[in-house]
């Protein structure tokens, strides 16, 4: 496979796909695209407003198409939403046209991490840390399926995972 593999990161929201995401293309020189913000931008409203209006099922039929237009591009980072893998025929995309890893981190982290961000719709309930758990146990095995790579990220730093993605890229894919 040649060097210029798509790269995507899959994980629940607050994992850092979007922070390792943009480091990993800054070292790569090459183009990062967040899925949801991608959705933002072609829609001009925030995704709570998305989710508001169409409900998670008009998200995720969003998502879906949005993956499917960015998995068509070369060379790209791509970190997708958190629900993203909920889609067999997006996980079979992803798996079969990049390079996937899996950004495995705690709940209770996910939940020091997201707490106060009020643009996380399916965290807007009573209790969002057993939210996050439900949530986890849920989709582990669908990010697992698709993942070529999984990261315990939970006790590493941004910049400590995307060197170790660096290596695994570069002895996986050399030129």
């Given amino acids: 496979m040649d060097n210029r593999r798509n790269i995507y990161l899959v994980g629940l929201m607050g994992a850092g796909k979007t922070t390792v995401g943009r480091q990993l293309a800054r070292r790569l020189g090459r183009v990062f695209f967040d899925?949801?913000?991608?959705?933002?931008?072609?829609?001009?409203?925030?995704?709570?407003t998305i989710f508001e209006i169409e409900g998670e099922d008009g998200f995720r039929r969003r998502e879906a198409q949005t993956i499917a237009e960015l998995t068509e591009l070369d060379g790209i980072v791509m970190a997708t939403g958190g629900g993203a893998v909920l889609n067999a025929e997006t996980r079979k995309?992803?798996?079969?046209?990049?390079?996937?890893?899996?950004?495995?981190?705690?709940?209770?982290?996910?939940?020091?991490?997201?707490?106060?961000?009020?643009?996380?719709?399916l965290l807007q309930v009573e209790n969002p840390l057993a939210r996050l758990e439900e949530l986890h146990a849920s989709?582990?095995?669908?990010?697992?399926?698709?993942?070529?790579?999984?990261?315990?990220?939970?006790h590493l730093v941004a910049a400590g995972i995307v060197q170790y993605l660096l290596r695994e890229y570069s002895r996986l894919y050399k030129s």
């Avoid at 899925?35 to 709570?48: C, F, K, N, Q, Y």
């Avoid at 495995?104 to 961000?117: C, G, I, Q, S």
Wanted: charged content about 25%; overall charge neutral.
């Fill in 139 to 154: 989709r582990d095995p669908l990010y697992r399926e698709v993942a070529h790579l999984t990261v315990e990220g939970g």
């Fill in 35 to 48: 899925s949801d913000h991608e959705i933002v931008a072609r829609t001009g409203v925030a995704v709570p």
């Fill in 93 to 121: 995309r992803l798996h079969e046209s990049g390079w996937v890893v899996y950004l495995n981190v705690p709940p209770a982290l996910l939940f020091e991490r997201t707490k106060h961000d009020k643009n996380r719709p």
